[in-house]
């Protein structure tokens, strides 16, 4: 693990070359199944750029996004596009990115949410992330949908101190094109 730096930026302070060299990042990583929509959700917050020596490694990236919990609209910080180059990966480098992101989150947010693929669910739950129990959905429009395909790949974390939602209780995330979750 020597010579990894991570640096935390906003999405504003990346400018079309990084965010061009992210997203090449994120196209080899995900084999080509990364989308423009998934780019999309991954911007607008907080990024964890990790690098190994000058070269762009692993990144993931935080943003807003409001849930809705019995009669709370709460502040969630939502992971997206969590990657570390194929050569790379078994080396600390996924954790180091969610490192900078659950502090993003433990600053800012009541909750990290983020809905895992099967290569990251080992990692979040080593982190102490845990898979929501309960019913899931989202507020889209006229009216609030079910998304029962996406119960048992949410995972949560809260801070030293924080309290997880009720699993009696559902969590409904905003609406937005794409993979909602
Ligand atoms: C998922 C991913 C980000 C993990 O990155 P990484 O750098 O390999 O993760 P780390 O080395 O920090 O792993 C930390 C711990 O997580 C667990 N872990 C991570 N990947 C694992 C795997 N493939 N199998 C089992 N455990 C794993 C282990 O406990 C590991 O600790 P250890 O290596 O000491 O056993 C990486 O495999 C990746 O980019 N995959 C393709 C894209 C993807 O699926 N991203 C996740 C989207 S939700």
Redesign the pocket.
């Known amino acids: 693990m020597s010579d990894i730096r991570t640096r935390l930026a906003h999405t504003s302070q990346l400018g079309p070359d990084l965010l061009g060299e992210v997203r090449a990042l994120l196209d080899e ?2 084999d080509g199944e990364f989308s423009d929509e998934d780019f999309e959700h991954a911007l607008g917050g907080m990024h964890a750029l990790v690098y190994e020596g000058e070269r762009l490694t ?1 990144h ?1 990236s935080v943003v807003q996004r409001r849930v809705v919990h019995t009669d709370r609209a709460l502040r969630c910080g939502y992971v997206e ?6 050569g ?11 490192a900078g992101l659950e502090g993003v989150i433990g600053r800012a947010y009541v909750l990290g949410a ?14 102490g992330w845990t898979v929501w129990g309960g019913r899931i959905g989202t507020l889209a429009s006229p009216w609030p949908q079910a998304l029962p395909e996406e119960e048992g790949s949410t995972y949560l974390w809260v801070p030293d101190g924080g309290v997880l939602p009720d699993p009696a209780q559902g969590l409904w995330f905003d609406w937005r094109n794409g993979d909602v979750l």
């Open positions: 990583a995900f692993a993931g596009a969590v990657a570390v180059r194929a790379a990966r078994r080396r600390g480098l996924g954790s180091a990115v969610m983020l809905s895992a693929s099967d290569a990251g669910a080992a990692l979040y739950t080593s982190r």
